[in-house]
């Protein structure tokens, strides 16, 4: 007869092959995870309307006479994406937790997002996806982040910025393909040294990411944002999945 409900205390036994954590406990006690597939049908809810409190992730749109798209997809598994109207003009479209940031980044976070790219960006044009502190339009004055960040080229850049010290444009070696599913993983467990990963394999960078000043209190959220800074392209993000797992306070 098995001992593993015993030594568990009647929890359930979890193997979380997202993270690379191995087996984990779950109740009180143990881990705490945001996920989302985002299976479902229209548009979130933006940030502040009537009735965002009840949806987990929400939008954040800056278009003024555009109109991007927000849209859960019909296909199998659940997709959400965001996408550029044609309309010249600034557009920020956020995929977040609307500032209601819970996740304690001494708590040996980890992220991971699939999500596919699709257009050709410019310099007027860039993504982050990652962990961030309060939305900030300019995405350089977001005062707690560790994301991925795509501007300008295909090229996939790691950045870190705890407050004190910003570390930006690290070139993680790996460039994103047009229209394909890429895996972005991102390892809080050491902030001196936090790993990133991109399709499972992790990333060599120039120099360390080291967020160490970030305490238990600078808390973050999941962030994804599309920026363009003016033109017509109709570039898209769409998000297969979204997870972080972190140690229960």
């Known amino acids: 007869m098995s001992q593993i409900p015993e030594l568990m205390g009647g929890r359930r036994l979890s193997h979380d092959a997202v993270s690379d954590k191995g087996f984990y406990t779950t109740g009180v006690g143990g881990k705490v995870q945001i996920f989302s597939d985002f299976i479902g049908n229209g548009a979130l809810p933006l940030a502040g309307a009537t009735g965002s409190g009840a949806s987990l992730f929400v939008n954040h749109d800056t278009s003024s006479s555009g109109a991007p798209t ?29 500032d209601d940031c819970c996740i304690p980044p001494t708590k040996n976070p980890i992220f991971e997002a699939r999500c596919k790219i699709t257009g050709t960006l410019s310099a007027d044009d860039r993504i982050v996806i990652g962990l961030a502190s309060a939305r900030n339009a ?5 005062v707690d982040h560790v994301w991925f960040r795509i ?46 990963f991109v399709d499972g394999s992790q990333c060599v960078l120039p ?19 599309i920026q363009k800074d003016a ?9 297969d999945y979204i997870s972080v797992l972190w140690d229960r306070s």
Do not use: W
């Open 70 to 98: 927000f849209d859960h997809l019909a296909l199998a598994d659940g997709v959400y994406r965001m996408k550029f109207s044609n309309t010249d003009e600034d557009q920020e479209l956020a995929l977040y937790l609307g």
């Open 138 to 142: 300019t995405l350089d004055n977001i």
């Open 151 to 196: 501007e300008g080229s295909v090229n996939i850049l790691a950045e870190g910025d705890d407050g004190t010290t910003d570390n930006d444009d690290n070139d993680t070696g790996v460039d994103f393909t047009s229209g394909t599913f890429h895996t972005f993983k991102i390892d809080m467990s050491d902030l001196a040294d936090v790993k990133y």
């Open 207 to 225: 120099e360390k990411i080291d967020v160490s000043q970030m305490a238990a209190g600078d808390l973050l959220q999941p962030y994804i944002e």
């Open 231 to 239: 033109g017509t392209v109709e570039h898209s993000i769409d998000v």
